[in-house]
């Protein structure tokens, strides 16, 4: 099955700040690249997805990147605010099966 | 708004005893999940089907069992509770037709085994 390793565990910053968590996979057969945030209290949301055909997107303040021969792609927010504060999970997917997630990034907006 | 709604919210019980989470779903998706969260491990997949008669096994399925009643419902239970499936429990639903890679998750369950 896939193996999936998300760094760092935490993150602080402060606001105005960048933040980019890196989430690495195993699967070659990888095709679908979501970061999930989830606030306290909530269950996980996708907030952006790439497919391996791009590079990169971007969604306002957020981006995600994909390096498919490295096989690791990474979500990149910027101008941080304090409602970014959550928990952020990637789930790298084959199309075979339900999703892998990885361990999730506790990011903290310090304002 | 379409919704997955999970039940209950909260519950404690003892070790030993069998207890069932409930989710259904108006969304109208084909495919629903059970994923348990625990501190520090992210989201670990118990079970999934991917509609009415599909059945399937994740990483941690054992102590588990799971109904899926109609596409719009799909249970989860502990036979024998444990302490260590202490845990907070979701539900997701996702649509084979279109993005079906896209998950959608209820608010949780979470579950206390004293």
């Known amino acids: 099955g896939e193996n999936v390793e998300q760094h760092p565990s935490t993150l602080s910053v402060q606001e105005g700040d960048s933040a980019v968590i890196k989430c690495t996979y195993s699967?070659?057969?990888?095709?679908?690249f979501p970061w999930y945030k989830q606030e306290l209290g909530k269950g996980p949301q996708l907030i952006i997805d790439i497919r391996s055909n791009v590079g990169e997107k971007k969604d306002q303040r957020i981006a995600v990147t994909l390096n498919k021969t490295a096989k690791h792609f990474s979500l990149h927010i910027t101008e941080t605010q304090p409602e970014d504060s959550a928990v952020y999970f990637c789930a790298p997917d084959t199309g075979r099966r339900a999703l892998t997630f990885g361990s999730g990034t506790r990011l903290q907006v310090q304002p | 708004d379409a919704d997955v709604t999970q039940t209950p919210r909260n519950r404690i019980t003892k070790t030993g005893k069998r207890i069932m989470l409930e989710c259904s779903q108006t969304k109208g998706h084909d495919r629903m999940y059970w994923y348990r969260q625990d501190p520090g491990l992210g989201l670990r997949l118990i079970y999934y089907?991917?509609?009415?008669?599909?059945?399937n096994k994740g990483e941690i399925s054992d102590g588990y069992s799971v109904s899926r009643q109609a596409q719009a419902k799909f249970s989860l239970s502990l036979e024998s509770a444990i302490p260590n499936q202490t845990a907070l429990y979701f539900c997701?639903?996702?649509?084979?037709?279109?993005?079906?890679?896209?998950?959608?998750f209820g608010s949780g369950t979470q579950l206390s085994v004293l």
């Open positions: 089907s991917f509609d009415v008669k599909d059945i």
């Open positions: 997701a639903t996702s649509d084979s037709g279109t993005g079906k890679e896209k998950l959608f």
């Open positions: 699967d070659s057969a990888s095709n679908y």
